[in-house]
């Protein structure tokens, strides 16, 4: 079966313009997870979706940064007004449970990634 | 808070062990261990709960220390393939199962 997909898979911006990556979660997975991943560190969260919708957004750096997931499957990630500090790996995870004490239990299916570059 | 891993870094021949170290300043419930290649996904390794419970690969094992809110992942009988990151991941009591990682310990594994 398909795992998760991320497009694009890498991404070069010019500094202050907008760029949207995208998400396919693993089909019928209720969670999706937006990670932030710097180079030669670990994942860094950044926002939360229970199927459409967004229940923690606590990691997002700034208001440049803005997630959606409309129909509860595929999640856009936006970032306006990109800055040289925005470059990093992104990652998308789903997760079949729901998040929440009980949902630390269920294992996130991480996508490949997109690699944004802002120079 | 993030948590702590060590060490940064191992080096292995095939066939050796080796055990990475997650240590959190913060009280946890549950512990996830990742596998993570140049330019590729993360992959899930293990679950860790508190209660004692695991959810994982078999040929992988780990462990949970509760009250120390310390994890030790265990590498046996290493092979090429181990190489890589590992990361851990904690989540609290009260998160949405959002994970916070550690920085990561780089393992390599040569013939």
């Known amino acids: 079966g398909a795992g998760v997909s991320q497009s694009p898979r890498y991404k070069v911006a010019k500094r202050g313009q907008d760029v949207a990556l995208r998400c396919d979660p693993i089909s019928g997975h209720v969670s999706l997870f937006w990670y932030q991943q710097a180079l030669g560190q670990g994942p860094e969260f950044l926002t939360y979706f229970q199927n459409e919708a967004q229940l923690d957004k606590s990691g997002l750096p700034s208001d440049r940064f803005f997630a959606e997931r409309p129909e509860g499957s595929v999640s856009t990630l936006k970032i306006q007004r990109t800055q040289q500090e925005d470059s990093a790996v992104y990652l998308c995870?789903?997760?079949?449970?729901?998040?929440?004490?009980?949902?630390?239990?269920?294992?996130?299916?991480f996508g490949p990634g997109t690699r944004l570059t802002v120079l | 808070q993030q948590p702590v891993q060590s060490p940064q870094a191992v080096i292995l021949r095939e066939g050796e062990d080796a055990v990475i170290n997650c240590s959190s300043s913060?009280?946890?419930?549950?512990v996830h261990w990742y596998r993570q290649k140049h330019g590729e996904a993360p992959v899930f390794l293990m679950i860790l709960l508190k209660g004692g419970e695991q959810k994982g690969h078999e040929k992988i094992s780990a462990s949970f220390n509760e009250k120390k809110q310390q994890s030790s992942l265990y590498l046996t009988a290493s092979q090429l393939s181990y190489s890589g990151t590992y990361f851990c991941g904690t989540a609290g009591g009260t998160s949405y199962g959002k994970l916070t990682f550690g920085q990561g310990t780089i393992l390599t594994v040569h013939p």
């Open positions: 995870a789903s997760s079949s449970g729901l998040a929440g004490s009980q949902g630390s239990y269920n294992e996130q299916f």
């Open positions: 913060k009280a946890l419930y549950s």
